[in-house]
């Protein structure tokens, strides 16, 4: 069984860099994209990027410039930075792991999230 | 404004079935099959439907189906404790991105 956890700090100063890691386990972080996703107190999911094992990347248009993930896949692990926070980037941040055949695209494994709060 | 529309609520009675849509366009639903996922009380989100599969431990009351550029997943016989918020997601090849729906708060009356 897949499992993946977040981790890093609670609590990032306004204009610094949110640094997130998700660790994977029980199963091989190679061959797979996987992703970042916050979801802000009472609203919905937002996707933030995915990385695949190899490195390869894609952001979501609306955070791009401040996105950057990175992948070692010697620890199984993936990261996140985000960069020039505000407290509008307070939220719960996932990693999950989505998959896409021919005809379908899903995540199936998700962490238990981690609250991030913007604050000085 | 999320890029997959659902329902920002529905409710049932217990044993009722019930029936949550998710409505994108051909560069997301009209190519590929959603993922479902059930949010209860804020915590992690769990995959209740994997394309039009279901995954492990799921129960057998919950069904998914795709038509033109609109999912569904069905309840079938709905129990309390499938009172929850459900989003749903795929990819969407024309923006390169994942896309969620704004989510479904589904209760159990």
């Known amino acids: 069984q897949v499992q993946l956890q977040e981790s890093g700090p609670g609590l990032v100063k306004p204009s610094e860099t949110l640094s997130l890691t998700c660790t994977v386990s029980g199963g091989s972080i190679s061959g797979y994209y996987w992703s970042w996703i916050r979801q802000p107190a009472g609203k919905g999911l937002e996707w933030i990027g995915r990385i695949y094992s190899s490195g390869s990347t894609n952001y979501n248009p609306s955070l791009k410039s401040r996105v950057t993930m990175s992948v070692d896949t010697s620890k199984n692990q993936f990261s996140l930075k985000l960069s020039s926070v505000t407290a509008a980037d307070t939220a719960v941040f996932y990693c999950?792991?989505?998959?896409?055949?021919?005809?379908?695209?899903?995540?199936?494994?998700w962490g238990q999230g981690t609250l991030v709060t913007v604050s000085s | 404004q999320s890029a997959l529309t659902q329902e920002a609520s529905v409710s049932g009675t217990v044993g009722q079935k019930v029936t949550l849509s998710c409505t994108g366009n051909s560069n997301n639903i009209g190519s590929y099959a959603v993922g479902w996922y059930q949010q209860i009380s804020h915590g992690a989100p769990k995959t209740v439907m994997f394309?039009?599969s279901l995954p492990s431990g799921i129960p057998d009351r919950f069904s998914g189906s795709k038509s033109g550029t609109t999912a569904s997943l069905t309840i079938s016989g709905l129990q309390p404790e499938d009172e929850a918020d459900y989003y749903c997601?795929?990819?969407?090849?024309?923006?390169?991105?994942?896309?969620f729906g704004g989510g479904t708060k589904l209760t159990v009356l």
């Open positions: 394309g039009n």
């Open positions: 997601s795929t990819w969407d090849y024309s923006l390169g991105a994942w896309v």
């Open positions: 999950a792991r989505g998959v896409c055949s021919s005809t379908s695209c899903s995540f199936d494994y």
